[in-house]
């Protein structure tokens, strides 16, 4: 089981399938990372994601990944440890404790369990091995490690979209 530990120094923000808070997908690049940075403190990593192509670039917050295709806000992913991709160019990883604080409209954040997902949102669609979509369109990623999965299974990574599943 997940031990998931959230940092307190940071006012939780909302994610959500329109953006972070009130910075919302579309914006510019400069405006998105403005504002988040006004919120967030500055960031902890800048590159390209590696997994994609040059058409997309990451500013993290630690565990939070902003994702801009074209210098557009497109996506996010919040995920326990931060950015997964460590090749040359990409945003660190963060650290082991979750932080910023984000949670979604239904309250749902990093160690949340899939029972507690299924209350908030109620019928959730399998779409990966391990990812389930909420009726808004947030996919929540899970950490099970067996099927049928637990509802104790914690969820690991909030995202929307984000270029590749990795």
């Known amino acids: 089981m997940l031990a998931v530990r959230i940092a307190a120094s940071v006012a939780l923000l909302t994610i959500g399938a329109h953006g972070i808070g009130d910075v919302h997908f579309g914006e510019t690049k400069a405006r998105a990372v403005a504002g988040l940075s006004a919120r967030l403190g500055a960031p902890s990593g800048r590159g390209a994601n590696t997994g994609c192509s040059s058409r997309y670039t990451e500013v993290a917050w630690r565990d939070l990944i902003a994702e801009?295709?074209?210098?557009?806000?497109?996506?996010?992913?919040y995920i326990v440890g931060g950015f997964p991709i460590t090749t040359p160019g990409s945003p660190p990883a963060g650290p082991k404790v979750v932080s910023p604080r984000l949670a979604t409209a239904a309250r749902i954040t990093l160690g949340s369990t899939l029972a507690?997902?299924?209350t908030a949102y109620g019928r959730l669609q399998r779409v990966g091995a391990d990812m389930w979509r909420a009726p808004n369109?947030?996919?929540?990623?899970?950490?099970?490690?067996r099927d049928p999965v637990p509802p104790s299974s914690r969820i690991v990574e909030i995202k929307i979209g984000t270029c590749g599943d990795f």
């Open 68 to 77: 801009f295709r074209l210098d557009v806000f497109s996506g996010f992913r």
């Open 116 to 118: 507690q997902a299924r």
């Open 137 to 145: 369109g947030l996919v929540l990623v899970d950490d099970a490690k």
